[in-house]
């Protein structure tokens, strides 16, 4: 394959009798010049000088004699503009005005792009704004005079903006193509040599104006990259730029159009292929170049549609490849560290007074900080979570420090002061900091992402100083945003060999004989309708700017570019409906298959990774003999019946739990979790009543005890929830929650003790143990607890376990005692407290009559929950509701069966298939 650049070499070369040196080339991109001065190093038998080569940008820059600025240099120089022509009772502060800076800015570069006369522009512009918002208004406020008085101002920001930045030989893009083309015929004047323009499609108004001057006074050649195939179709998007120089040059009316191009109909084979997600394609794509030998590789192109895909697609590329060259280079944004930094500033604009800890923890946890050993992540981490810290001052983290070698926790967590200054001093800092760990840990890499952030901060420091309009982190932030958007790290390579892996826009003027394009799904490639400006649509129609069409259209002819001259081409697409890069396949994938060349080999298939399914098999661990003397520990101590219901339901929760100690988390709680309301209300409770043992209850005590609620509620919520604030937000509804329990309990004792009932409290929160007599082991167990409560009720003795969550009084009845040790939904109360009837009678031998039961505070009007056993399923009269010698001793059967099988060395922990069960505190 003979490429399209080498075509035009050899061209220049055989039609003129000038030495090659003598000419000046320009082409759409640096790399396309790269791939020039290679070629023309093959054409030569001889050492020669190498001709002048600039891109386009380069080329206007040369013309017009300004220097080129970006887009954040540009917002400075336009708020210097603002300041002038605005009085300053009406001026914004700079965060509102880079809100709509940078949509006028990218206008204006349209505007001078195209050659538009600004004043006519911009005043069409404000009676449009006036028909469309205001032509119906009779009486105009002063909201919708300043709303008029903008787009009136636009023309005077535009010309002061332009004088402004011409007086310092500056210029943002559309200005120096303005200039530029403004300029060419002095520059023509006083340059004689020949201009070769190759590889170009869509052109601006400056830029045509340049070539059309430059071909009229015969100052330049321009070879252009159109296919026949796409010429002779009307509406085909490839040729619409191209095709309309040919029919509105003035140049090629008078003289004959070049020759067009036999390419594209040749033949090919085309791959098109469905692969489900972004990694999928980087996966395949790997399996594509696994196929391919060295000679193959030399001549390949990996287009990618997404710049995100270039990690994947790097990480998935097979060991064949031997030679790669990239050109676009890697997103500093989606470096690991850019994620430090971006928390950072979250952390610091988040936290006026105090950092809130999950912002804390997120700095702290990132591997670039939690990898440096002086740093003590676990320690922070513990006192946050054990003091329950939502919010934290700067002292409170920086006096865990314990070495002085973390002096970088201070440039993490000393407070900015919302000063820029002070921000960029600390990251600074930081990256020195970083900086000795990765040299330690000989991260290369990870040192060169580093030095990016330096260079990123140092440009920071630089714009501080020379435009003092930066006053606080938020506009930092906003520009430290704007330039790492814009940054990259490139990659080194021989731009010659091997593999070649590039966006699209990079491909320009280039050709490869085997090509893979990814990310072929409509809104990527082509890009679709997005709009940044404040110019509508028909404004754009009538002057000529681009619209989404245009956008569409050069897209358009870079893909088929592509496929002019290759032999091979795979073109992927994602076959995901949602998610990132997703969508319906791209229209171009369609137009392939609709306008099929003869020639054309078209294949299309979807691929999909290979998923192994796994049968669902229930985990099962073997009692082992260190599991069997952690039991018998844990028989001595005694089982409690919260660790006896866990195993009923699910055994391996009981082995997690209990045999290796493995608990929940510690985590802050920054709203009251339900079992801190549990343990406040139980805790008040015990309070309340702990006094009151061996006591009869009277109204004045009960009365006496509604008064301290607030006061015992608060005392309880900062023992178990510490320093969170408690007034405000749904902590405040908790709380009030809380308070309503214990209200609603209070007037249920009063009302009891009004109905005549005589109550006398026995026991408050009482631990009890007891043995139990279990035949099949050889070593003694136990089982104990704590009881909410027991009282004597008019000579009835009562078990009570309190219970903040519902329970209904069908969750407290059993109909089968064989049940009560397999059914965990069914039967974990009854359970519960038949386990404290049973250490209560074993310890204390209480007289009959015996109750058990619960209240919860969710069913205060149920009262009193009596365990009942039934003798059928739906009984409803003749229920046993006392626990006497019988129920005690079925029971005792069941439990000693159940602990039996625990402590069986033969018996595994065999997983339960359970669904979660959110159980009652």
């Given amino acids: 394959m003979k490429s399209f650049i080498k075509k035009v070499l050899e061209k220049v070369i055989s039609s003129s009798e000038e030495n090659i040196s003598e000419y000046i080339f320009i082409l759409p991109s640096k790399r396309a010049g790269a791939f020039l001065l290679n070629e023309l190093s093959h054409l030569s038998d001889k050492s020669i000088f190498a001709p002048q080569i600039f891109s386009i940008e380069e080329f206007t820059e040369k013309i017009s004699?300004?220097?080129?600025?970006?887009?954040?240099?540009?917002?400075?120089?336009?708020?210097?503009v603002y300041q002038k022509c605005t009085p300053k009772e009406e001026q914004e502060d700079f965060e509102t005005f880079m809100n709509w800076a940078q949509t006028l800015i990218h206008d204006f570069n349209e505007v001078d792009r195209y050659l538009i006369n600004h004043k006519e522009f911009f005043n069409y512009l404000s009676e449009i704004q006036d028909i469309n918002h205001w032509y119906l208004q009779k009486e105009k406020t002063e909201l919708i005079n300043n709303y008029l008085r903008f787009w009136h101002t636009l023309p005077n920001y535009y010309e002061k903006l332009r004088e402004q930045l011409l007086s310092k030989k500056q210029g943002y893009q559309g200005l120096i193509y303005r200039e530029a083309a403004s300029k060419i015929s002095d520059y023509l004047n006083n340059n004689s040599r020949k201009h070769i323009f190759i590889g170009f499609n869509a052109l601006n108004a400056a830029e045509e104006k340049i070539f059309q001057v430059m071909l009229e006074k015969t100052a330049a050649e321009v070879f252009w990259d159109i296919d026949e195939v796409f010429l002779q179709d009307r509406e085909h998007g490839a040729s619409l730029f191209i095709r309309e120089y040919f029919q509105k040059w003035p140049f090629y009316s008078a003289s004959s159009k070049p020759a067009p191009i036999r390419e594209y109909a040749s033949e090919k084979e085309i791959k098109i292929t469905g692969v489900p997600k972004n990694i999928g394609q980087a996966k395949y794509l790997g399996e594509i170049l696994a196929n391919m030998d060295p000679q193959q590789l030399q001549k390949t192109a990996v287009v990618l549609g997404e710049e995100d895909l270039l990690l994947p697609v790097l990480n998935s590329l097979p060991p064949n490849i031997e030679a790669l060259n990239i050109t676009m280079g890697f997103p500093l944004k989606n470096a690991p560290l850019a994620s430090l930094f971006e928390k950072l500033f979250q952390l610091h604009l988040n936290g006026e007074k105090e950092y809130y800890y999950k912002d804390v923890l997120a700095v702290l946890n990132h591997p670039a900080i939690a990898g440096i050993p002086e740093v003590p992540v676990t320690e922070i981490g513990t006192k946050i979570n054990r003091q329950n810290l939502v919010y934290l001052k700067s002292e409170k983290i920086l006096s865990v420090e314990t070495s002085t070698e973390a002096t970088i926790l201070k440039a993490c967590f000393q407070r900015w002061q919302d000063s820029p200054e002070n921000a960029l001093q600390k990251l600074q800092e930081m990256v020195q900091h970083i900086k000795i760990h990765l040299k330690t840990s000989e991260d290369q890499l990870g040192l060169e992402f580093l030095y990016q952030f330096h260079v990123l901060f140092n440009k920071l420091e630089s714009l501080l100083k020379d435009y003092p309009h930066i006053k606080n982190l938020k506009s930092l932030y906003h520009f430290y945003k704007e330039i790492m958007s814009t940054q990259s790290l490139d990659f080194q390579g021989r731009p010659f060999q091997g593999l070649q892996l590039m966006g699209m826009l990079e491909s320009r003027a280039l050709d490869f004989e085997n090509v893979i394009i990814t990310s072929l799904n409509e809104g990527v490639l082509p890009a679709g309708k997005s709009s940044n400006s404040f110019i509508p649509y028909d404004l754009k129609k009538t002057y000529q700017l681009p619209t989404y069409r245009e956008k569409d259209a050069v897209y358009t002819y870079h893909f088929y570019r592509l496929l002019q001259r290759a032999k091979n081409v795979h073109l992927l697409y994602n076959t995901e409906s949602s998610g990132l890069g997703a969508g319906e396949k791209s229209r171009f994938l369609t137009q392939l298959e609709i306008e099929k060349q003869p020639a054309h080999h078209l294949i299309k298939n979807i691929v999909a990774p290979k998923v192994n399914i796994a049968s669902p098999k229930l985990q099962e661990v073997k009692k082992t003999p260190e599991v069997m003397e952690k039991l018998k520990d844990l028989a001595a101590y005694g089982f409690s019946p919260s660790a006896l219901t866990t195993y009923i339901r699910n055994p391996l929760d009981f082995y997690h739990q209990y045999i290796l100690g493995v608990r929940e988390q510690e985590a802050v709680e920054e709203t009251v979790a339900y079992n801190t309301l549990g343990t406040v209300v139980h805790d008040s409770l015990q309070n309340f009543y702990e006094p009151l043992e061996d006591q009869y209850l009277s109204e004045e005590i009960i009365t006496g005890l509604l008064k301290k609620v607030d006061t015992e509620v608060r005392l309880q919520f900062r023992n178990s929830y510490t320093q969170a604030p408690m007034d405000s937000g749904k902590n405040l509804l908790i709380f009030e929650v809380a308070k309503r329990y214990l209200i609603n309990f209070l007037k249920y004792e009063l009302q009891?003790?009004?109905?005549?009932?005589?109550?006398?409290?026995?026991?408050?929160?009482?631990?009890?143990?007891?043995?139990?007599?279990?035949?099949?082991?050889?070593?003694?167990?136990?089982?104990?607890?704590?009881?909410?409560?027991?009282?004597?009720?008019?000579?009835?003795?009562?078990?009570?376990?309190?219970?903040?969550?519902?329970?209904?009084?069908?969750?407290?009845?059993?109909?089968?005692?064989?049940?009560?040790?397999?059914?965990?939904?069914?039967?974990s109360k009854s359970f519960q407290v038949l386990c404290y009837a049973t250490m209560l009678n074993a310890g204390q031998n209480f007289v009959q009559p015996v109750e058990a039961g619960i209240i919860s505070f969710k069913n205060m009007k149920g009262g009193f929950l009596k365990f009942c056993k039934k003798d059928k399923p739906g009984q409803r009269s003749g229920k046993k509701t006392q626990v006497d010698h019988d129920i005690l001793e079925a029971f005792g059967a069941e439990l000693k069966i159940l602990i039996a099988e625990i402590c069986n060395p033969e018996i595994p922990f065999i997983e339960k298939e359970v669904k979660q069960i959110f159980g009652s505190y």
């Fill in 752 to 827: 009891r003790l009004k109905s005549g009932e005589e109550i006398k409290i026995l026991q408050i929160e009482r631990n009890l143990k007891t043995p139990v007599e279990v035949n099949q082991l050889p070593f003694p167990v136990y089982i104990r607890g704590k009881v909410d409560r027991v009282e004597n009720y008019n000579g009835i003795t009562r078990i009570i376990d309190y219970k903040t969550g519902k329970v209904e009084q069908n969750k407290i009845e059993i109909v089968d005692w064989e049940s009560i040790t397999t059914d965990y939904d069914k039967y």
């Fill in 65 to 80: 004699g300004l220097k080129g600025i970006d887009n954040t240099i540009s917002i400075f120089e336009f708020f210097e």
